[in-house]
């Protein structure tokens, strides 16, 4: 049976990482095979697009090459790590995905939405996420943990941006939450860590079943590199 497959997105410092690894310790405590990935990134190819496109090398470019660049990546991540992990029934928590580039190009960046879902159809074709989980988060609070994470180092090509700029990524979030409710769920994402995590996992036994999944662990291939079952999980290609 084709596996789960579940994105979370939200603004910076929402806390996507944090529950995105969360949820996946607590479906593999079910015997689920789960795969924790990321985007951009998630296989070799995406994972040598994301240092382009973060190191902001692609900015010059403007925003709609940036859109194809994320397109790209997710293209390969898909073909590479999405896909023949649910094809074995494995679970895919997936931290951002096609949402991230509606909203971060199409909706903020201004490109033209015809382009955009254009890419999407070519890119997820009829992968689309079972489940999206919007951590919504006040601009403010979210760039000041993101800020505190990085402890000192430089803002990415994103981070940088004005604080108007990640009020609109909040406000773009919630125009997808509330035109795909069948797909998504926004929480409120100030709570600590271990309370969002228990209304996350409220939300995807309910959605998806998963307390009632039968688990017969299957035998994993290796994952491939840019996505793994371990721990952390995410490895990026240096
Ligand atoms: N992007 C795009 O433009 N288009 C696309 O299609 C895609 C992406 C796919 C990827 O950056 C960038 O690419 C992203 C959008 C753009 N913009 N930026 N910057 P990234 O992968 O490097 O990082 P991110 O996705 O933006 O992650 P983040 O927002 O920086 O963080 P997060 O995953 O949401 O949060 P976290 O790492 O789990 O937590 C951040 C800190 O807060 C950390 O110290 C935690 O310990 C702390 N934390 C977490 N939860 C809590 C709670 N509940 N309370 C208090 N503190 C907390």
Redesign the pocket.
Known sequence: MRGKFITFE?????????QASLLAGRLRTLGISVILT???GGSPGAEMVRHV??AGAAKPLGAEAEAIL?AAARADHLEKTIRPALERGAWVVC??FAD??RV??GAVGKVDDTVIRALERVTVGDTRPDLTIMLDLPAELGLS??A??REGAAA?R??GEELAFHAALRDAYRVIAAAEPERCVVIE?E???HR?SDEVWTVVCARLGAAQVETEPPAAPPAPAGASEPARDVVAVP
Do not use: H, V
Request: aromatic share 10%; net charge neutral.
């Open positions: 939200g603004g910076e410092g929402s806390g996507k990482s944090t990321r985007e951009p496109l973060l994320f931290d951002r991230s580039t971060y190009q943990r993101a505190g994470r990415d994103f981070e994402a709570p600590p860590p969002i």
